[in-house]
């Protein structure tokens, strides 16, 4: 029988985490699904890991991707069978009716289908007033992202595998590391997709997992996409007076220790219509880049003080 869902995990050293994922999928209540595990190579037990499955929905792709999650995933599709194509992190897994209620929706026209993870750390210890939250995307799909920032979790999303394969797949820029499922997002909307979110929390996200994440990486990938969606960031500027970009280049500098580019790149915030709850976060960010400052100057002088003859 042919598969209505491909599920594509891309993983790396991950044979513990990958069994509690697979394990996810064939708890399943809806039954119509392949599993697409496209390894990067592993030199753990990933391989015995899928043998020991003894399932033939289950299959194992092999690819160097160079640190480029996004060919890993692409390979996944490309090679998929089913009409909807679902992403799982390796580290992440699903509440056994994820599949069949995300498919409730496909069937009524929708083309992405995404919802709420619980939080999970690295213990395995959840906990249910732990979110990592999605929301509701307003029409133009495209100027809500564009404003607000992505609004769904990877390890959540069904999408239909010609959507995908429309908008040529998931960027490989590595500039894009890390937000490359955003700009797929965003692409996607300017297509006339129709995104639904489930009220129903449907998944696991570990924060324990490999994030690739970090401050630097921040500040990069938040000009790389502004500058590949210019044209859209112009709009929602003209239109809104803000976006999300400037908010997450502060955070970055602040981490950083860049404290004046942190104070530039929030103070807009102060003043412009940003939702409320950003302008506090703006402004206790510019506070604590202050006081952080402050202290960062009087160490100094204590140093060079004690370091006198």
């Known amino acids: ?77 490309r090679e998929a069978q089913g009409e909807f194509v679902a992403f799982l992190d390796s580290d992440d897994w699903w509440a056994p009716t994820k599949l069949e209620a995300s498919m409730a929706m496909l069937d009524r026209g929708a083309d992405v289908v995404y919802h709420d993870l619980f939080l999970a750390d690295g213990r395995g210890t959840m906990s249910r007033r732990r979110l990592a939250r999605t929301r509701a995307l307003r029409e133009p799909a495209a100027r809500d992202l564009i404003a607000h920032g992505n609004a769904l979790n990877n ?52 924060v324990g997992g490999g994030n690739t994440s970090n401050a630097k990486r921040q500040l990069s990938t938040t000009a790389a996409i502004r500058m590949r969606h210019a044209a859209d960031f112009a709009a929602a500027d003209a239109e809104l007076g803000f976006n999300w970009i400037g908010l997450a280049q502060g955070q970055a500098f602040l981490t950083l220790g860049h404290h004046r580019d942190a104070r530039r790149s929030l103070a807009p915030y102060l003043w412009n219509k940003a939702p409320l709850r950003w302008k506090a976060k703006a402004l206790a960010w510019i506070l604590l880049s202050l006081v952080r400052e402050v202290l960062h100057g009087s160490a100094r002088r204590s140093e060079a003080d004690g370091g006198a003859p």
């Open 155 to 206: 390890s959540s999303v069904l999408v239909r595998r010609a959507c995908l394969t429309e908008i040529g797949g998931l960027s490989e820029e590595s500039e894009l590391v890390a937000i490359e499922d955003y700009d797929a997002w965003i692409r996607l909307t300017h297509r006339a997709a129709k995104f639904v979110r489930l009220d129903q929390t449907l998944g696991y996200y570990w």
């Open 1 to 77: 029988m042919r598969p209505r869902v491909s599920v594509v995990i891309p993983t790396y050293n991950r044979a513990a985490d990958l069994q509690r994922a697979l394990d996810s999928v064939r708890a399943q209540t809806l039954g119509a699904w392949e599993v697409l595990v496209v390894d990067n190579h592993s030199s753990d037990d990933t391989d015995a890991v899928v043998r020991a499955c003894m399932d033939p929905r289950v299959r194992l792709l092999k690819i160097h991707n160079q640190g480029i999650i996004a060919a890993s995933r692409n390979l996944g599709v």
